[in-house]
């Protein structure tokens, strides 16, 4: 009988024609779905391996949604197999995964695949379409965006709906956020060594199956529905989302699995067909891991690309998902030699697919493996997060001013800070764009916002790791006196700074990423590796808080001023002497309003730059900006820049509070900096 391309794509197909269900192992000798019903009688179906394929298949009459079933797959012995004809595993392919009905303390299964019923009306809600240049992103844990809000009833609170609600919908548009980014949500565990400690993984970097989404993080009353209905809920919070015009962005996890190493637990793939997924010694004795979690799944097998692939598309047409940032992808980009291509043949699949040409790909371009920081080395249709963006930004406004605090002269002038403002076109390259670039100040593994200004050293003791975890190079400045304080003089000045972080964040070239909280000044304590700590810790705070208000309002403004102004936000690089549609045009000043001299750029007592951008129209009006930076602790008289084109300068936003922002100052004029400052000026 002829099948369609649908049939042959892995897992339960329980559409036109009879029920089918298939899995692909190259290594196994037998294979057998074992399929519960909701009465709790047990089918078993042999599946037929295709003759010269890896594709083991049979026909499944009288299965429904709600059905529990497992696989039990027997093989060859040897170092690199761990098959086990008793021992049941989740499908890879499953849509539904929930906690196994035989408890952990007796031996059986932690987990079970669950069949699902995909049907979902999604009301013609289009996705949101976001141009590039105009996407903010915010990055945010389900659980812990809601867990604390008093506006979303407390059976919501931590959960898909609970993202989905009104209050929280309301507040993402209050602040210009286009694009949600969800820390992982496909099922995932916790690591076995935690859950032995009695701790929680809550950050869900621990990937269990790459279709099912999480079902701890849907509703008490989804979960008791079962897994058709957690998905229904996800669905539902993609399509109200949608609905606001925001964009769903979802962190993925396709590195590694949570087999973890070769002594740790066989759920899934290790069973089914370990020596064919997972990257391998060259003896063969244990996993060569570039993701530091014990295993890495081994990109250049067809069967693992397949499923990845399957994976991005049933989440991008199916469940209606905007686009995907890849967590740790130099590891996806490793051809069969362990060694990075930056054209892998997955990295083409995803970027030439038909189904993912509407998508968002953002890359973590690096893993821990050799030669694993790839950052700027991922290709046209790819942004990646750009780490020199964080270190520099965070040097120039807080290491760096502590340092001229201790000795009189920060170590750095405005160079490198004037890169990052422009797109870092030495990273990403004249042909990928300023676009190529997702800038940020925080994520989520690393201190918030408000730790980054208030510790000098991290504080990650409830992690019970003894302080080994968690980075070191953190480029914090606490304001003289380490965590919280009521002193007014460190309170306001970190708040200054905060705003100098934020502000710079959302006047540069390229996509800003905000991290959840962030605007309210949530804290973690000075812990930045807060992935097992509980949700009184880590949730973001939403009583009334008159800095948090105050917080939350400035980035508003910020991404207002950055939606209004195309100049902020080129798609291309200029090139000298020739108009290119799309790009800004740059003149650079110096303190006095003169032209930037060579030597005002890289020299540490020269710590100031007038940044002046003017677009070049190609869907937006003609638009001008001034951008003043100002990065040192002194007071400092300044000239605007006197041009023969302008007729003055309003001042639109600054870092100081209290500034004058009505009336329009003439080129030529003093402008007085007091203390560290962003300054914005629209041109008149």
């Not at 046209?380 to 807080?398: A, I």
């Not at 939350?552 to 290119?580: Q, S, W």
């Not at 869907?619 to 006197?642: I, M, N, W, Y």
Request: glycine fraction near 10%; proline fraction near 6%; charge should be negative.
């Amino acid at each position: 009988m002829h099948r369609t391309a649908i049939d042959e794509t892995p897992g339960f197909r329980l559409g036109d024609g009879a029920p089918r269900f298939s899995v692909r192992s190259a290594s196994a000798t037998a294979v057998t779905l074992v399929v519960v019903d909701a009465d709790g009688a047990e089918t078993r179906h042999v599946l037929s391996r295709t003759d010269g394929t890896d594709r083991w298949a049979a026909e499944t009459p009288d299965v429904r949604p709600g059905d529990r079933y497992h696989l039990l797959v027997d093989g060859p012995d040897g170092p690199r197999h761990a098959f086990d004809p008793g021992r049941p595993l989740l499908d890879p392919y499953a849509r539904g995964i929930v906690p196994a009905a035989t408890a952990a303390a007796s031996g059986g299964p932690r987990w079970t695949s669950v069949v699902v019923d995909d049907a979902f009306d999604w009301g013609g809600v289009p996705k949101p379409d976001v141009p590039l240049d105009r996407a903010v992103v915010y990055e945010a844990n389900v659980r812990t965006l809601t867990a604390a809000n008093r506006d979303v009833p407390e059976h919501l609170r931590g959960t898909y709906a609970g993202v989905a609600h009104p209050s929280t919908i309301a507040h993402l548009r209050r602040i210009g956020v286009t694009t949600l980014e969800l820390l992982p949500v496909h099922a995932f565990d916790t690591e076995a060594w935690l859950r032995d400690a009695g701790r929680e993984n809550a950050w869900g970097y621990n990937t269990l199956g790459f279709f099912a989404p999480h079902a701890a993080h849907a509703s008490s009353d989804a979960r008791t529905a079962g897994a058709s209905a957690v998905l229904r809920e996800f669905k539902g919070m993609v399509r109200l989302l949608h609905e606001a015009g925001i964009q769903v962005l979802l962190d993925v996890v396709y590195n590694h699995t949570a087999e973890e190493g070769t002594g740790g637990p066989t759920t899934s793939l290790r069973g089914i067909d370990g020596a064919g997924r997972y990257r391998w010694t060259e003896d063969g004795a244990s996993y060569y891991d570039t993701t530091g979690c014990g295993n890495t799944l081994d990109t250049s097998v067809e069967a693992t690309a397949e499923m990845i692939v399957d994976s991005l598309r049933y989440w991008a047409r199916e469940v209606q998902v905007d686009g995907f940032r890849f967590d740790l992808m130099a590891a996806l980009a490793r051809d069969e030699h362990h060694v990075f291509d930056p054209a892998h043949p997955l990295l083409e699949r995803i970027r030439q697919h038909p189904d993912l040409q509407d998508v968002l790909v953002v890359a973590e371009p690096w893993d821990v493996g050799p030669d694993g920081w790839r950052t700027g080395a991922f290709g046209p249709g790819t942004s990646e997060w750009n780490d020199g963006f964080r270190n520099t930004v965070r040097q120039f406004w807080l290491t760096d001013v502590a340092e001229e605090r201790r000795n009189g002269t920060p170590q750095a002038g405005i160079g490198r800070l004037a890169e990052a403002l422009t797109g870092s076109r030495g990273t990403f390259g004249q042909e990928r764009g300023p676009l190529a670039s997702v800038n940020f100040v925080t994520a989520h593994d690393g201190f918030t916002l408000l730790d980054l200004v208030s510790h000098d050293r991290k504080h990650n003791e409830a992690n019970g790791e003894d302080g080994r975890d968690g980075s070191d190079d953190n480029r914090s400045f606490n304001h003289g006196i380490e965590g919280d304080t009521a002193d007014r003089g460190v309170r306001a000045a970190r708040g200054r700074s905060m705003r100098n972080l934020v502000g710079t964040l959302m006047l540069s070239a390229g996509i800003p990423m905000l991290t959840a909280g962030d605007e309210r000044s949530r804290t973690q304590h000075g812990n930045n590796n807060a992935y097992v700590v509980s949700d009184d810790l880590t949730a973001v705070d939403w009583s009334d808080d008159e800095d948090a208000e105050a917080m939350t309002e400035a980035v508003a403004a910020l991404t207002r001023l950055r939606a209004a102004h195309p100049a902020l936000r080129p798609t291309r690089f200029g090139v000298e002497g020739r108009e290119t549609p799309g790009a800004s045009r740059m003149a650079w000043y110096g303190p006095d309003g003169q032209p930037m001299t060579p030597e005002g750029w890289d020299q540490p007592i020269h710590r100031v730059v007038q940044y002046f951008a003017e677009s070049t129209p190609e869907h937006e009006p003609f638009d001008r900006v001034l951008v003043v930076v100002h990065g040192s602790g002194r007071t400092r008289d300044l000239t605007l820049p006197a041009r023969q084109d302008v007729l003055g300068y309003r001042l639109a936003w600054s870092s100081e509070k209290h500034r004058d922002h009505e009336r329009l100052r003439p080129g030529g004029q003093v402008f007085t900096a007091y203390g560290p400052g962003i300054h914005v000026f629209e041109v008149s």
